[in-house]
């Protein structure tokens, strides 16, 4: 690769191509680029702006150059979140996956440990026992049979650790924090993704597009990426784009402290497990009910009506089965 043409042509503010991006990360696993020009290569195109067909170009060198997950099942969602909005919720797309899956449907759930909040996907479910595989025979059982199956993404994404390092140097966030709510190696027909702001929203947006799934994505006004009741939040998917209130779903507005993870990993799990018995507050249910009912209905291709898909969550925490699916899964994976 002529890494002198490639930065030129970043310097003069032209775009990449798709073919070019995902070139470039092909390159960076494989000793092409040295550290100096891989932080360049990030920062140049952070003070740009990275375009829609660039992003995806990154993602197909991700997903080329990790570990594929083959799964026997034609339709599953991911629930997930951009990351970084600073609030320090609970585990709230996490907890949601367990309720769609206690609802009957297939979950694909794509995470990581935190970076920006005290306890991230793969910190509660490993704080319960859980032992993370790559193995597909494994993975396809656990979906066959609890319905729900956690992909941990430092196990398939093996060009992230390429960069890492160089992320962690540089003072500023770089496009690799966009990658991962779209590099979940099942590569699922159906996602919801909360996203820090309507930027965000409308950049996975024309990408969701361009890949053809059925997608949602939610953000709430005042800076959650994910449905928070907080206030009014915003959700665009396949069908529809519509800001909505938290009366418009039966839901009282939730106060900040009520939905924070807590201050230790320990805090967060006993609310996660609070919500899967049912005796979690008021307003922490609600609002797992409401991402989880924005996801059904994903699933459902829009044709349930939103009050019915939350009534399908509502059902799944209440009768028990979001519980029992959660054990299921863990027994499945010690």
Known sequence: MDVQALFNQL???EELTRGQAKDILIGITKGEFNDAEISGLLTAI????ITVDELLGFRDGILETGVPVPLNCDRYIDVVGTGGDRKNTFNISTTSCFVIAGAGY?????????ATSVSG?????????VKFTDDIDKLNRCLDEAGIVYLHAQLFAKAMKFV??????????????LLGPIINPSKPQCQLLG?????????YNQVYQKLGIDYGIVNSIDGYDEISLTGDFKVTTNNYEKVFKPSDLGFDIAKPEEIVGGATEEEAKQIFDNVLTNTALP????????NAG??????????????????IARESIDSGKALATFKKFVELNQ
């Open 195 to 203: 996203t820090a702001n309507l930027d965000q929203m409308r950049l």
């Open 106 to 114: 297939k979950v694909a759930k794509h995470g990581n440990f935190a």
């Open 294 to 311: 924005f996801g059904i209905q994903v699933l459902e291709k829009g044709k349930k009506d939103i009050h019915e898909c939350i009534e």
């Open 46 to 49: 952070q003070m740009r702006g």
């Open 121 to 129: 996907a793969s910190n509660v479910i490993a704080n319960h026992g």
């Open 283 to 290: 307003a922490q249910k609600n609002i797992v009910l409401a």
């Open 164 to 177: 890492g390092p160089i992320r962690k140097a540089l003072p500023f966030p770089t496009f690799f924090n």
């Open 11 to 13: 310097l003069n503010h």
